[in-house]
């Protein structure tokens, strides 16, 4: 099924504390109407939250609202929202302060989608997970990151959401496999699995380095991780066999798509 990415990207906001916000909304129905024409199914709008840089409240609340917007438009367009506000990795603070700026950012995400009148059962979430600061000093198990992660959600996501579609934001492929197959131990309200670019496409593109010759090897290195990933859906990965490669992390600071 086609889905298309509608915001315009991330630019400065002023009077926050060097944040961002996502613009887009100027033209997104009309844009929006014309995708569906087109093809589209679903969309997709990705703004950032950074924890060292605060985060403000002004760019919490702005994050939430330009979600939300983005969200009733899409609706109204026949096209389901991918409502992804990332906190990104950065910075060295421990698990309990990213729960609770997880927390404060999916309030207001949810407050202003109902505030919007947008249908929860025709939306899915792509929420980063809830680890420490990729440079705090102790890493976290993937039980620990389940919990945390599991806790903030049923804190805040109603069950009338039916999907959360985690993404990786600079883990490891096997750390996000893992923390994927964690959360899938026991039921949840919603289906939790996974959107992934990095952790999904890393070890497939150095495998191919866009070369013919390498095209078959890529494509064997793409089911390696689909197949995991696929597993740990359903929280039956078992870890087994995975590359060195697969296993380093990618977090870069500052990192930008
Ligand atoms: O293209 P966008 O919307 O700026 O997002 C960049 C990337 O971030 C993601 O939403 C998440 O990526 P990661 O799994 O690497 O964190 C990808 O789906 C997307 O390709």
Same mark, same amino acid.
């Given at each position: 099924?086609?889905?298309? +990415?509608?915001?315009?990207? /991330?630019?400065?906001?002023?009077?926050?504390?060097?944040?961002?916000?996502?613009?887009?909304?100027?033209?997104? %129905?009309?844009? #929006?109407?014309?995708?569906?024409?087109?093809?589209?199914?679903?969309?997709? &709008?990705?703004?950032?939250?950074?924890?060292?840089?605060?985060?403000?409240? /002004?760019?919490? =609340?702005?994050?939430? &609202?330009?979600?939300?917007?983005?969200?009733?438009?899409?609706?109204?367009?026949?096209?389901?929202?991918?409502?992804?506000?990332?906190?990104?990795?950065?910075?060295?603070?421990?698990?309990?302060?990213?729960?609770?700026?997880?927390?404060?950012?999916? %309030?207001?995400?949810?407050?202003?989608?109902?505030?919007?009148?947008?249908?929860?059962?025709?939306?899915?979430?792509?929420?980063?997970?809830?680890?420490?600061?990729?440079?705090?000093?102790?890493?976290?198990?993937?039980?620990?990151?389940?919990?945390?992660?599991? +806790?903030? /959600?049923?804190?805040?996501?109603?069950?009338?959401?039916?999907?959360?579609?985690?993404?990786?934001?600079?883990?490891?492929?096997?750390? %996000?496999?893992?923390?994927?197959?964690?959360?899938?131990?026991?039921?949840?309200?919603?289906?939790?699995?996974?959107?992934?670019?990095?952790?999904?496409?890393?070890?497939?593109?150095?495998? &191919?380095?866009?070369?013919?010759?390498?095209?078959?090897? #890529?494509? =064997?290195?793409?089911?390696?991780?689909?197949?995991?990933?696929?597993?740990?859906?359903?929280?039956?990965?078992?870890?087994?066999?995975?590359?060195?490669?697969?296993? +380093?992390?990618?977090?870069?600071?500052?990192?930008?798509?």
């Amino acid at each position: 099924m086609p889905g298309i +990415k509608v915001d315009k990207g /991330l630019v400065p906001l002023p009077g926050s504390n060097n944040e961002s916000w996502c613009q887009g909304l100027d033209g997104l %129905a009309s844009r #929006s109407a014309e995708y569906y024409k087109q093809g589209a199914r679903f969309a997709k &709008w990705r703004t950032v939250v950074s924890i060292p840089c605060g985060p403000s409240a /002004l760019a919490i =609340k702005e994050a939430a &609202w330009g979600l939300a917007r983005y969200a009733a438009i899409s609706q109204d367009n026949g096209l389901v929202p991918i409502v992804e506000p990332e906190i990104l990795l950065d910075g060295d603070h421990p698990i309990e302060r990213t729960l609770d700026v997880a927390e404060r950012v999916w %309030a207001e995400v949810f407050y202003y989608l109902a505030q919007n009148n947008v249908v929860f059962e025709g939306i899915l979430l792509k929420p980063s997970m809830v680890t420490p600061g990729a440079e705090h000093k102790n890493k976290a198990s993937p039980e620990t990151i389940a919990e945390f992660t599991l +806790k903030m /959600l049923k804190r805040r996501v109603p069950p009338s959401v039916p999907g959360i579609m985690f993404l990786s934001g600079g883990q490891s492929e096997v750390e %996000a496999t893992l923390n994927l197959n964690a959360m899938n131990q026991s039921p949840n309200p919603w289906h939790v699995s996974f959107s992934y670019a990095r952790a999904l496409q890393n070890s497939v593109l150095k495998t &191919w380095q866009g070369r013919p010759e390498n095209v078959e090897a #890529s494509q =064997k290195a793409l089911l390696v991780r689909a197949k995991a990933n696929s597993q740990a859906q359903l929280g039956r990965y078992t870890g087994e066999d995975e590359s060195d490669e697969a296993k +380093k992390g990618m977090f870069v600071k500052g990192y930008t798509y």
